[in-house]
């Protein structure tokens, strides 16, 4: 098997690579780093310019696109930074898939699209997605990209699929989310300072994200698929699941504690359709990432 990846020395995109490399499939990344972190054929490039077409060899099995202005905090107040790299330079990746004929294009998005969660309300593929209750210009380039790959699907572009991703959590050094940076307040500080201790999202470990990636690969026709956690999983239960790690009590201080905000997609479709679930719940996640709070 032969894979194209973009974004290749991101969080995932690492992950997703020590995995394939196990499994012996050929990886050629894109990233603007200069030098790679593993052994696998990498270019430096910028998906937004034309000449990364000869960074894509013939006839590959999947380009997996991660590349991308990756959260909202990276593209807030930044409309035009945020559309040119993840929906022009999503739309120049396209180009050069089709030019050099990959049979697959998977792109990454994010269960952010999903505008608004009321309650614990929990929402699939299928749910209607409302663009005006948007405010996130980082939503909004991912729900564009999503519909320019479905339109360009139906105009005879190879099989595409777009992953929406959860929050994802797993080892690492910096740009943490709420999971590693609440387990760190735990493990160095007597108090732990949230807005809402009932808080929650379908935290997923990045172990999980990157075999569900290699699970996409294959797929056909144009599919959108959710790859989250099993359960939602609360602030509070963070902080209590990493107290019993190291031992410890530590003061909830809840500054918004009636504003509970509660983020709930489903995965069935995942699990029905490519054989996917998460393997790693939270306590055993939470001890991938001792080395490093």
């Given at each position: 098997m ?11 995109g690492r ?22 972190s ?24 999947a ?23 993840n ?5 120049n ?11 697959q ?6 269960e ?14 299928d ?13 909004l ?47 160095n ?20 994200v ?8 294959g ?14 999983i ?60």
């Amino acid at each position: 098997m032969k894979i194209v990846i973009t974004g290749s020395e991101s969080f995932v995109g690492r992950e997703f690579i020590r995995q394939c490399l196990g499994k012996g499939i050929e990886i050629h990344g894109i990233d603007l780093l200069e030098e790679p972190s593993q052994a696998y054929a990498y270019q430096k490039a910028d998906i937004r310019k034309e000449d990364v077409v000869a960074c894509v060899p013939e006839d590959a099995d999947a380009l997996i696109h991660l590349a991308a202005l990756s959260s909202d905090a990276m593209c807030k107040g930044k409309p035009y930074e945020c559309f040119d790299i993840n929906v022009m330079g999503t739309l120049n990746l396209m180009r050069a898939a089709s030019a050099k004929k990959t049979k697959q294009f998977i792109f990454a998005s994010s269960e952010w699209v999903y505008e608004k969660f009321i309650g614990k309300e929990e929402k699939d593929e299928d749910s209607t997605i409302n663009i005006a209750g948007h405010v996130s210009e980082y939503a909004l380039s991912k729900l564009v990209s999503e519909a320019n790959l479905r339109i360009q699907h139906k105009n005879g572009f190879y099989d595409a699929t777009v992953l929406r991703f959860g929050i994802i959590y797993g080892p690492r050094k910096a740009n943490w989310g709420a999971v590693e940076s609440i387990m760190s307040q735990v493990k160095n500080q007597e108090e732990v300072m949230v807005g809402s201790a009932q808080s929650g999202r379908r935290f997923v470990h990045i172990e999980d994200v990157a075999g569900g990636i290699i699970k996409a690969i294959g797929l056909e026709g144009f599919e959108i698929i959710n790859l989250c956690g099993d359960r939602l999983i609360t602030l509070g239960e963070i902080i209590s699941e990493s107290e019993k790690i190291f031992g410890k009590k530590v003061s909830i201080v809840e500054k918004t504690p009636e504003e509970a905000s509660v983020r709930n997609p489903l995965n069935n479709k995942a699990k029905e359709l490519m054989g996917w679930k998460p393997e790693i719940d939270i306590a055993t996640g939470l001890n991938t990432l001792l080395p490093f709070v």
